[in-house]
């Protein structure tokens, strides 16, 4: 019994000397810490944390811009590393066709099966390989995109093809790009041409056309049109 109220003394005994130590230090005192304790968290070489917030937000910024940056270069340079030699591509071609002499070689079938492995490489970046050209004439054969040596006769039996052949479609993101350009270059130039017509109408020709291929429009309008 006294065992036990000795450790509860002494228990007690120790909490009153950490309170009288927590009072005994000064106001001073106490803001230095707190200010040492914001220092050391807000400190720039400080790692930040999963899930914390430490940078500000001009911080944060500028590092984001400098990740982003660097994935866009990294991005570039494997694009430009990453491309294909065009003697591999005719290496590769020519082993399939000596792998596979029936294929009918036309200008046709060669821009389909060249379309297939194009979209394969910029979607899915599969290199040129012969099971990728095995693949191609497969699917492209099987969808009706190659036609057929007009030279070979059909053998008795053979279902004729219900539909002519189609050459596969595809164009490249920069074939994409140039085409969109010249199209809005084009749309840029046909409404200067219309415009440059259009001012020397007179304002009831102006009426006329407005009312028949764009509906009808308030004559305060045609005045402002006219400037």
């Known amino acids: 019994m006294n065992e036990a109220t000795n450790r509860f003394q002494r228990l007690d005994a120790k909490r009153a000397a950490a309170r009288n130590a927590t009072h005994g230090v000064s106001r001073a005192d106490a803001e230095e ?9 807000a400190s720039p070489t400080r790692s930040q944390p999963q899930g914390g ?6 911080t944060l910024a500028a590092k984001s811009a400098a990740l982003a940056a660097m994935r866009e270069a990294s991005a570039e340079g494997l694009r430009q590393t990453a ?3 065009e003697s591999t591509i005719n290496a590769v071609v020519e082993a399939w066709l000596r792998r596979n002499p029936s294929f009918y070689n036309s200008d046709f079938n060669a821009t389909s099966m060249k379309n297939f492995c194009l979209k394969a490489w910029n979607e899915r970046s599969v290199a040129p390989c012969l099971e990728l050209l095995d693949s191609a004439f497969a ?7 190659l036609e057929s040596d007009p030279q070979t006769s ?3 039996g053979d ?21 969109e350009q010249k199209n809005a270059s084009e ?17 009831d020709e102006l009426r006329s056309r407005a009312q028949t291929g764009r509906g009808a429009v308030s004559r305060d309008a045609l005045l402002r049109f006219q400037g």
């Open 33 to 41: 810490r707190r200010d040492k304790r914001r220092e050391a968290w």
């Open 53 to 58: 917030l430490i940078l500000d937000q001009k």
């Open 83 to 85: 491309q294909v030699p």
């Open 139 to 145: 699917w492209l054969q099987a969808n009706g995109h």
């Open 154 to 156: 059909r053998k008795r």
């Open 159 to 179: 279902v004729a093809r219900a539909s002519a052949p189609r050459i596969f479609e595809y164009a490249t993101p920069e074939q994409v790009e140039e085409l």
């Open 187 to 203: 749309a840029v130039e046909k409404r200067k041409r219309e415009d440059a017509f259009n001012r020397t109408l007179s304002l």
